[in-house]
């Protein structure tokens, strides 16, 4: 599921965008894919992670998607752990940690905090190598051309 | 502004959604409206505060909206203060507190607390009582109906 989502960030990429990409998974079947789009739509929400749930929950016809994984290639910001805490998914797996941002363990913990009335399962670096390489490129190459 | 927020929230609670509306307004402008409908839209993402940042990025054509100030009638869960962060508004005015999942002061202080990138100024208790009666009417009706 991790490579479906790589691909997706992969075509961010291609557009862009910060290579971000995301799968909603039920027991093995894609239900929603999403990336990165923010450019693109001009929509600051429009991160892979809620694209993703956006569309399972349109495919699911259901707006609790309890029995979800949700694969991203970078650790959520607080938007989508909140996003993911608001659909009930079972659990999220994501590919490299996001210090300065991310909400699933470095700078929050929301979710698994005890916080909330939801908690998800959290498995991070799930293909961290690929997953922070294909970012490290992204801002080599912004760097260079800029 | 807070007139028209709660505008947007009691068209959601005719449609028997919880009764959040939200406003996005820049010097005095609306550029953006939002009705919680999540429901509707089959969509866990669709809360007012969401909606109407969405629309104003499409209509000030970007997704940053530093000039702007969102005007909620519920104080904002950690979803739409992320969302909030992300489009860089300058400032967040709120009717009522929520204490259960609220991310602007409750259970998080999203945007205050000097953790991210971006602060917000927080403005609360903005016509609160209107804001918490409409909450509760709805919230009783819903038991009654029960």
Redesign the interface.
């Known amino acids: 599921m991790m490579t479906h989502a790589l691909a997706e960030a992969e075509r961010a990429m291609d557009a862009g965008e910060v290579p971000v990409g995301a799968i909603v998974a039920v027991e093995g079947r894609i239900v929603g894919r999403g990336r990165n789009r923010?450019?693109e739509l001009?929509?600051?929400?429009a991160h892979a992670e809620?694209l993703a749930?956006?569309e399972a929950?349109?495919v699911w016809?259901?707006?609790?998607?309890d029995q979800a994984t949700l694969y991203v290639t970078l650790e959520p910001?607080?938007?989508?752990?909140?996003?993911i805490?608001?659909?009930?998914l079972a659990s999220l797996k994501f590919g490299a940690w996001d210090e300065?941002?991310g909400?699933a363990g470095s700078?929050?913990d929301?979710g698994r905090d005890g916080?909330?009335?939801h908690r998800i399962e959290v498995y991070p670096q799930i293909m961290a190598d690929r997953c922070t390489n294909l970012l490290r490129e992204f801002f080599r190459a912004r760097r260079g051309a800029a």
Chains 1, 2 share one sequence.
Do not use: Q
């Open positions: 923010v450019i001009c929509d600051p929400t809620i749930i956006r929950a349109r016809n259901g707006y609790r998607l910001c607080v938007m989508c752990v909140g996003a805490v608001h659909a009930r300065k941002a909400a700078v929050y929301v916080r909330l009335n």
